[in-house]
């Protein structure tokens, strides 16, 4: 049987895949159906935060499957409960809600903002609208595609939901100029555009954001599907800012692998969900829970140290180097420009053995945050050599 035949006889036509059938892992080390090796920069989009069937990571999620694997929100479950005290700690946010990827933390994130805001007027609805910026993306709901301020992809799905404008990145005074021309009730931003090719905002720029917010009394939300979970060197990408935000969104690498996201709500908005006002099925699955309890319990300092080492290995070979324009990016989530196409390096790459994503024109690397050093070394070593040419 011809697999990737079949995928494509019967997957409806969304992804361009690569030439790869990849059938097991461990670590930063994939294999295909022939046995062959792969050294995997890309940890399937900044998901499998450990690499691929991590020990630790396993036993939390096999241990939880063959106890109890699923309850419904009618219930209480111990994994949820605890996931959400070990957040609520360690970002000193108020509460959490469970859903099951970024577009619906987003979701959710989108709502309490709303609410909040209609609480705030005494019901009177309106003064609903949410700033986000151009060149984000925050996911493929018709509401998160709204919310993504990059116009490719606002046609084909019509209508779309309203009540969004697009600021320019680190663009202070386009941001001004929307709170005053509209009613708004939140500004929405990924702090390291990922999508938008691995683009890190300037500090100034978010702390005046900040600023304004608090001034404007609107609420600060920030998209931390990409950039969360020690990927940028902090546990969140807020924490390099020097930022407090009202609501922050996490998924990708938050369950190491499987489906789970969160919205984690600030004082401000802790008291917005009221029973019914929201809701999910899978949502806090306890098996998604008690993986994403492990990944977080292991985000400690001396992880988020290997983040920054390995970061700056990475900039520093990559920086200069022959067929390289420029380096973006935060800690383990990085952009090189190559003067060649990007899809051309990865493609070569991914003959080569070693997997890299790519985000507009750049090749994109978000490895596992325990990436060995060799097997780092390696890959690095092998796309210089497809990068100069
Ligand atoms: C910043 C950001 N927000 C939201 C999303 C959507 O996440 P999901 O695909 O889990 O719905 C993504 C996915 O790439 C993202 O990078």
Request: with cysteine.
């Amino acid at each position: 049987m011809d697999i990737k035949e079949l995928d494509r006889e019967y997957i409806a036509d969304t992804y361009s895949r690569a030439d790869v059938l990849f059938v097991e892992g461990k670590g930063s080390y994939l294999y295909d159906e022939q046995g062959r090796e792969y050294i995997d920069l890309g940890s399937g989009i900044a998901v499998n935060i450990f690499g691929a069937a991590d020990d630790v990571w396993v036993n939390a999620v096999t241990r939880q499957l063959s106890k109890l694997q699923h309850a419904s929100n009618l219930y209480y479950t111990e994994p949820q409960a605890l996931l959400a005290k070990e957040l609520c700690e360690r970002t000193g946010m108020k509460k959490v809600f469970f859903g099951n990827s970024g577009a619906e933390a987003n979701e959710a994130a989108i709502k309490a903002a709303r609410k909040y805001s209609t609480d705030r007027h005494n019901g009177e609805t309106g003064h609903n609208t949410i700033i986000t910026l151009k060149n984000s993306f925050h996911g493929r709901t018709v509401t998160t595609l709204s919310a993504t301020g990059q116009d490719v992809f606002h046609k084909d799905f019509t209508p779309f939901t309203g009540g969004f404008v697009y600021a320019g990145p680190n663009d202070t005074e386009s941001v001004k100029k929307l709170i005053d021309e509209n009613d708004c009730c939140a500004v929405m931003m990924e702090l390291v555009q990922g999508e938008g090719g691995v683009v890190a905002l300037d500090r100034q720029f978010v702390m005046d954001v900040a600023a304004l917010c608090e001034d404007n009394g609107l609420l600060l939300i920030i998209d931390e599907v990409q950039t969360g979970n020690g990927r940028t060197g902090e546990l969140y990408c807020y924490m390099n800012y020097g930022i407090t935000p009202d609501i922050v969104t996490t998924a990708k690498g938050f369950g190491g692998g499987l489906p789970v996201g969160c919205v984690m709500l600030g004082e401000k908005v802790k008291s917005t969900f009221t029973k019914s006002s929201h809701g999910s099925t899978f949502g806090g699955n306890p098996v998604c829970a008690a993986g994403a309890l492990s990944v977080i319990k292991r985000i400690d300092d001396e992880l988020l140290r290997g983040v920054r080492k390995r970061s700056e290995y990475i900039i520093n070979t990559l920086s200069g180097a022959k067929g390289v324009v420029s380096v973006s990016g935060l800690g383990l989530m990085l952009g090189i420009e190559p003067e060649r196409p990007a899809k051309e390096v990865a493609e070569e790459c991914i003959k080569r053995g070693v997997v890299c994503l790519t985000a507009k024109n750049k090749v994109r690397l978000l490895p596992a945050l325990n990436v060995p050093f060799d097997a780092l070394e390696k890959a690095v070593g092998i796309l210089s050599e497809v990068l100069a040419g």
